[in-house]
């Protein structure tokens, strides 16, 4: 089975403070891909990135910046210098390729970011 | 992303009676996977379809839900007799093949039951 850990449930921050999220996953899967998403208070779900296991580099993508390490199981996404549009519920997945077709998902971690 | 249509957004709907959500695939998906997110937490898989076939519905309800693709037309989600715990979102994604790694949803439909 699959699991997908989120510990921190709610992040404060100030404006342009940076804030990390932790992500922790489970799986007995070689190889399988990991998600996030964001989701602002208007709900819907934002697709942000998506890293197979075997790509082991980091990414960053203006703002935002990912940190895979295979070894940890962790995938931690980092918002540099945040905004108050940063506020979001943030929700790490991860999708085993050869398991049940279904993507499995953390309880996400809810960023205020404080003007 | 956009390319995966729910409708409709918001839904209020009284005890007992029933809802219907609608989830039409991006253009060339024959794929869909339907997730439920109870207040406060991350979504749940219910239910995986392929046009006409379910294929796994593992994570639905025993009772009062279940869903469709048929071949013409949009992936429906039914819940008849609602109930308060039924308040939730509910979204849906498709993918082109059989591996749900083209993870895009659609907006979701916010079912509330008063």
């Known amino acids: 089975a699959q699991k997908v850990t989120q510990a921190q449930t709610e992040i404060s921050v100030v404006e342009k403070e940076d804030v990390t999220l932790d992500c922790v996953y489970e799986t007995r899967d070689t190889t399988y891909y990991l998600f996030w998403y964001k989701q602002p208070p208007s709900g819907e779900l934002v697709f942000l990135i998506r890293?197979?296991?075997?790509?082991?580099q980091n990414e960053i993508s203006g703002r935002y910046s990912w940190n895979f390490q295979k070894s940890t199981s962790s995938f931690n996404f980092t918002i540099t210098a945040s905004q108050v549009v940063d506020s979001a519920v943030y929700f790490c997945a991860l999708f085993p390729f050869y398991g049940n077709n279904r993507l499995a998902f953390g309880k996400g971690n809810q960023v205020v970011v404080i003007p | 992303n956009a390319g995966v249509m729910q409708n409709p957004r918001h839904l209020v709907r009284r005890r007992g009676q029933e809802a219907r959500l609608r989830c039409s695939p991006m253009k060339g998906h024959s794929h869909v996977y339907w997730y439920r997110q109870l207040p406060e937490e991350g979504l749940k898989f219910m239910v995986y379809?392929?046009?006409?076939?379910?294929?796994?519905e593992s994570g639905m309800p025993k009772e009062r839900f279940s869903a469709e693709f048929p071949k013409e037309g949009p992936s429906i989600l039914r819940i008849q007799q609602v109930v308060r715990g039924d308040s939730a979102a509910y979204f849906c994604a498709s993918s082109p093949g059989g591996r749900h790694t083209e993870a895009f949803f659609g907006q979701g439909t916010r079912l509330t039951v008063v």
């Open positions: 379809l392929q046009k006409e076939n379910i294929i796994d």
């Open positions: 890293r197979n296991s075997f790509d082991e």
